[in-house]
């Protein structure tokens, strides 16, 4: 087998990936040359079911930002496949942690009507990301194989991905923009400045700097900024950054303000070490309806009904991690609302205004800590060694 030299930028991971069999990668024989299936978004990211050798469905995330086809080890031995795995390593992930990474042969992998033959795909335990994020379920990643001979299109307002080998409908002012490489990356201007970014839906954030434009441009000094934050999971462990507005973002035609960024803060990996500016995540993409013209590749992108919605951030400077008993504070902002009101890391969060938070989805209470009026008062109950404790946090606005 020959291994592929590309890489793997999977849920803002870099990765080595899987070696190739001998099944072209990426090609399709389904029975029709069109297909359009529902999707979920969860944590900015669109998730889509799919079959894996027959089998399933399973919940992938739809990821122009991973190479390769990945799952999760669960779902790999679940199946019954060959796993060959390699040493542990600091992958380049978005994490700073080595990770163990396998790779195993797969006949087909189904989407819709349409089937993809990759060969090979790449084998990770993603529990870390799994509860970190707390996604409900997670089975893995579909990217470049199943879009690399099609269009995608992903229509935010209707939750739907067409992939297909004939035309799409382009509404009357869309914008067209040439992109480059497997992994697509556009040209943009950074508050003024010029660059490239990484288009990434496989990406939570609304913009994410990497470090190297960010320390060329002087991001880490600038007023009104939250400095190393938890922003997210990555493969290899927590992604920290510097949060702020940044004024102006124009990519695809389009301008958008105060958009909220991350400066990577991260010592190893990909937001390290990458060419490009930047990355554009979930919290952008949701404001278009973009079609991903791979053959040709172009981007053309449209405004979603969410284009003039204000990019909202976390007003109690809490990271919440769900767990059996309640949320773990994973991530505490110094000086927040939350530190304010006497909550610690490490605090398991039993209930906020009444409603045990067991029985609310943390993508709503994400949400709701965000959008809830500067100034509300939350009441808190948490639980710390065998103590159970009330504060009330009072949110404002962080940056």
């Not at 307002?157 to 509404?171: E, Y």
């Not at 979930?282 to 278009?288: K, M, T």
């Not at 065998?386 to 949110?395: F, G, I, K, S």
């Amino acid at each position: 087998m020959s291994t592929r030299l590309a890489a793997v930028l999977v849920l803002g991971a870099l990765l080595a990936p899987a070696a190739t069999g001998s099944v072209a990668a990426g090609s399709d024989t389904g029975a029709t040359s069109s297909t359009t299936v529902p999707f979920v978004m969860f944590d900015n990211r669109p998730m889509v079911r799919c079959t894996i050798d027959g089998r399933g469905p399973y919940l992938l995330v739809l990821d122009t930002g991973s190479i390769d086809v990945v799952l999760t080890t669960r779902v790999a031995e679940a199946l019954r496949l060959p796993i060959r795995w390699s040493p542990p390593a600091n992958a380049g992930g978005a994490g700073e942690h080595a990770v163990r990474i396998g790779s195993a042969p797969v006949r087909a992998v189904g989407l819709g009507t349409m089937t993809f033959h990759p060969g090979m795909v790449t084998v990770l335990d993603l529990g870390e990301i799994e509860r970190g994020i707390g996604f409900p379920h997670l089975d893995g990643i579909i990217g470049y194989p199943a879009l690399k001979d099609v269009k995608t299109e992903i229509d935010v307002d209707r939750r739907t991905v067409t992939l297909t080998r004939g035309a799409l409908a382009i509404p009357a002012g869309a914008r067209t923009v040439a992109f480059t490489g497997q992994l697509p990356v556009v040209a943009a201007v950074i508050d003024g400045v010029p660059g490239t970014v990484l288009v990434d839906t496989g990406d939570r954030s609304s913009f994410t700097l990497f470090a190297g434009f960010a320390k060329r441009h002087g991001y880490y000094e600038r007023p009104h900024t939250l400095p190393r934050v938890l922003t997210g999971f990555g493969v290899g462990g927590p992604i920290y950054g510097d949060v702020l507005r940044l004024p102006r973002l124009q990519v695809f035609g389009a301008t958008l303000r105060d958009v909220t960024t991350r400066a990577s803060r991260q010592r190893a990996g990909v937001f390290k070490t990458a060419p490009q500016s930047g990355s554009i995540g979930g919290g952008v993409l949701n404001r278009f309806n973009v079609i991903y013209d791979y053959p040709r590749k172009t981007i053309t992108a449209w405004p979603s009904r969410a284009h003039r919605v204000q990019d909202a951030y976390d007003r109690s400077g809490l990271w919440l991690s769900p767990q059996s008993d309640g949320d773990l504070v994973r991530g505490l902002v110094p000086n927040g609302p939350a530190a304010r009101a006497g909550i610690r890391a490490g605090d398991v969060v039993r209930t906020i205004n009444g409603r045990p938070t067991r029985a609310w989805p943390i993508d709503e209470l994400r949400a709701y800590l965000a959008r809830t009026a500067p100034g509300s008062r939350i009441r808190t109950t948490v639980r710390r060694n065998d103590r159970e404790l009330a504060y009330v946090v009072t949110l404002r606005d962080q940056i």
